[in-house]
């Protein structure tokens, strides 16, 4: 398969690397097809992956990478910068992951010497492969602690016992979870204004209302009709009669709940449900808000089933719960990586491999 030519829009960087996966991708093709006997123009590879043919024909020779032919001119040499990206990678994966800035200060202190203030980049595009820049998104102590190996066996185990012991069929396995809804738009968002504007503001209710509401899915992909509690004084318990029979022994419903902190992991609504269902109500908020309709508890319950209506698929839904290993119970659905927080949240000394930790002290602060 050949690897499409890069948009003229690509940056500079990312146009670079393109042509060098290109480029590689040729060059793995013909030695593939030495290897079954067979004889390959240069030319020609090159031209069916969309790579220069000159180069193509030049590596093969011999001839360096730009980046393997100046690494005598790199302040830390390969195998100091191996050893940064394990550290990266090793603190990444337990929750204390190390900004630019932070990485950046490393390598002056390893090197002993101003590495440049465009060497962050250079590193990053030299380890594409191994890193990547992202966001950070917070989570509690108690929520990274929680995942951990004995818990989950112990959820996974209890929901096999009762699936199997009672039978239970895919149609009759449910999720149910509460969601805040704001009745406006969130403070900040991003907009188109004059090129010359100094100041954005958008004028909106800074205390507006919100709602509480309570949805239901199924492991069938399905849902039934949520639960929509407004600011007031009284609950009525006809939905939880309508929907479960109140709970009640004589419906035979079972009550499995997960474990404390554990829900964005392991609940199926939080997983993959109620991210797309945000992001369908901002949408049809801001939609409105641009028409001049604020959102209030006599439009929000129309307005939230058309958020609604986009968002939760049948598809979705069953993904969610497969995600989780809800259904078809699956005890291995996590990956080792999902259990690494609450192996940072242990009194036991973390070390990674005491093979790769280099001479210098300066890592020591790591």
Request: proline share 6%; net charge positive.
């Amino acid at each position: 398969m050949s690897i499409p030519c890069p948009s003229p829009s690509l940056a500079p960087r990312e146009a670079a690397r393109a042509n060098e996966q290109r480029i590689q991708a040729a060059i793995a093709f013909i030695e593939h097809k030495k290897a079954q006997g067979v004889q390959v123009s240069v030319k020609q590879a090159a031209i069916m992956h969309g790579a220069p043919p000159s180069t193509v024909a030049a590596r093969l020779k011999g001839r360096k990478t730009r980046q393997d032919a100046h690494v005598h001119q790199q302040t830390l040499g390969p195998e100091e910068e191996n050893i940064l990206v394990d550290w990266i990678i090793f603190w990444g994966g337990k929750g204390i992951p190390l900004n630019p800035n932070h990485v950046w200060a490393k390598a002056v202190a390893i090197s002993g010497q101003d590495v440049g203030k465009h060497w962050i980049d250079r590193f990053k595009d030299r380890h594409s492969d191994r890193l990547k820049s992202t966001w950070t998104q917070p989570i509690k102590h108690s929520h990274a602690k929680a995942i951990n190996p004995a818990v989950v066996h112990d959820f996974y185990e209890k929901l096999m016992a009762e699936v199997n012991n009672s039978a239970i069929p895919q149609k009759n396995i449910y999720n149910a979870d509460e969601k805040g809804v704001q009745f406006g738009e969130d403070e900040r968002s991003k907009v188109l204004v004059e090129q010359t504007q100094r100041n954005t503001h958008m004028i909106h209710d800074k205390h507006c209302e919100m709602a509480t509401v309570i949805e239901c899915i199924c492991a069938d992909g399905t849902a039934i009709s949520p639960m929509v509690i407004f600011k007031g004084k009284r609950m009525s318990k006809l939905w939880f009669t309508q929907n479960f029979g109140g709970m009640s022994p004589v419906y035979d419903i079972i009550v499995l709940c997960l474990p404390p902190h554990t829900t964005h992991t392991l609940q199926p609504c939080d997983v993959s449900v109620f991210g797309p269902l945000s992001q369908s109500w901002r949408s049809v908020v801001s939609e409105n808000a641009t028409k001049g309709i604020q959102v209030t508890k006599y439009n929000m319950l129309g307005l939230y089933a058309e958020a609604r209506a986009a968002s939760f698929k049948e598809e979705t839904i069953q993904k969610a719960f497969r995600k989780t290993g809800i259904w078809p119970v699956n005890k291995d659905a996590l990956q080792s990586s999902d259990f690494e927080l609450s192996l940072a949240t242990t009194t036991a000394v973390l070390l990674p491999d005491p093979g790769k930790i280099p001479k210098n002290d300066c890592l020591d602060q790591f």
